[in-house]
């Protein structure tokens, strides 16, 4: 059974720093593609940031030079480090993971519309950030 499991959440101040994890089980990691997501309360599912199986990444405009994707494939684990957070990143955030190239790729170009075509989620990690 291919499983992913984020980790990580938490409550946090403006201006602090947190890490998630998303560790996979019953498959490695290290030709799959993998992509961060959130959804804010009431709001619709968006796309953070994508690292490809060669190591390509994206990230939304709101989160760039804050975020950073990464993964380590010996641990079978993909982090988010997240620094410079703000209110309006309060969220629930979702990893997902996907083997086809296509999608890879339409994950590098643009995290919000793979986000559809991806194919493992994992159950997310609550954020919240606040005073």
């Known amino acids: 059974q291919l499983q992913l499991v984020e980790s990580g959440g938490g409550l946090v101040q403006p201006g602090g720093s947190l890490r998630l994890s998303c560790a996979a089980s019953?498959?490695?990691?290290?030709?799959?593609?993998i992509g961060w997501f959130r959804q804010a309360p009431g709001k619709e599912r968006e796309g953070v940031s994508c690292i490809s199986a060669s190591d390509s990444t994206s990230y939304a405009d709101s989160v760039k030079g804050r975020f950073t994707i990464s993964r380590d494939d010996a641990k079978n684990t993909v982090y988010l480090q997240m620094n410079s957070l703000k209110p309006e990143d309060t969220a629930v955030y979702y990893c997902a993971a996907d083997l086809d190239i296509t999608v890879q790729a339409m994950c590098v170009m643009n995290p919000d519309q793979a986000q559809r075509y991806l194919e493992v989620w994992g159950q997310g990690t609550l954020v919240t950030v606040s005073s």
């Open positions: 019953g498959f490695t990691l290290d030709y799959y593609a």
